[in-house]
């Protein structure tokens, strides 16, 4: 099984984003609220 595995490690090749990709990542999170209350997480999305 580790053969398996072994084998094909170098053959993806890295990706770019495309920067309104990134950009729309960047708003999403600084739009996102997480609260914890009582072991509890609430997750908001302000718009």
Known sequence: MG?????NQNVSK?????PATV???INYSKSL???TYNNIQFE???N
């Open 3 to 7: 053969k398996i595995y072994s084998e």
């Open 14 to 18: 890295p990706r770019k984003a495309c």
């Open 23 to 25: 950009q729309f990542l």
């Open 33 to 35: 609220d997480i609260i």
């Open 44 to 46: 908001n999305n302000l």
